[in-house]
């Protein structure tokens, strides 16, 4: 059965740091890989979207990458920021197949 | 444009029961999905519906059921209550194309007794 890890369940880094999250995943081809943030009490928020054939993406302070060869996907933050405080989530999917969630990582950015 | 919505934000109801939760997504997106998030398994995906008709299915028992309305509104059942169905049940809107990023929102925190 399809599988999501998500490297660790708890990531503490000191502020201005880059945070980098990992996502692995087995048994499953993904077109289509996201990621999420998600506050305590409330629902995710979508980040990015990375398609297959993308070995990269940027918005502001965050990059995606996408190895479909090693399964993987990193998650950066850079300049990290208290703020940046949440649980992040990897998902994936195929064109209209439902989004497959990891378990999240909880990142903890330290003053 | 509002967000969707989601009621009751939380419940308490005892085994055996059966409970109805209700979402609004954003106008304009045809698909609805519903999860289950609880620690230990993460968020689990339960079913989606697209144009009142359900398009996917996740791997819970025939006790969780969904509707989808004309409005695109949807609603969630679920029956004969049990203690491990405690969990924030969130709701998610998209526009249904193939390449979409879901909406969600706040859920509704279930607590079974």
């Known amino acids: 059965s399809q599988k999501i890890e998500q490297n660790s369940e708890a990531l503490n880094i000191q502020e201005g740091k880059t945070a980098t999250l990992t996502c692995n995943y087995t048994?499953?081809?993904?077109?289509?890989l996201q990621w999420y943030r998600q506050d305590p009490g409330r629902g995710p928020v979508f980040l990015l979207l990375i398609r297959e054939n993308e070995k990269e993406k940027r918005k502001e302070r965050l990059k995606v990458t996408f190895d479909t060869t090693l399964k993987q996907s990193l998650f950066h933050i850079t300049a990290s920021q208290p703020a940046d405080s949440a649980t992040y989530l990897c998902?994936?999917?195929?064109?209209?197949?439902?989004?497959?969630f990891g378990k999240g990582t909880r990142l903890s950015v330290i003053a | 444009k509002a967000g969707v919505t989601q009621t009751p934000r939380y419940l308490i109801k005892t085994r055996g029961q059966q409970v109805t939760l209700s979402c609004s997504p954003i106008s304009g997106h045809r698909s609805v999905s519903w999860y289950q998030q609880t620690p230990g398994q993460g968020l689990q995906f339960l079913f989606e519906y697209f144009s009142e008709t359900q398009r996917n299915k996740g791997n819970f028992p025939g006790r969780f059921s969904g509707r989808q309305f004309s409005n695109s509104r949807s609603e969630m059942n679920v029956s004969t209550l049990e203690l491990g169905d405690s969990a924030l049940y969130l709701c998610?809107?998209?526009?249904?194309?193939?390449?979409?990023?879901?909406?969600f929102g706040p859920g509704t925190r279930l607590t079974v007794l």
């Open positions: 048994n499953y081809s993904p077109a289509y």
């Open positions: 998902a994936l999917h195929s064109g209209n197949t439902p989004l497959v």
């Open positions: 998610a809107s998209s526009t249904g194309t193939s390449v979409y990023e879901q909406f």
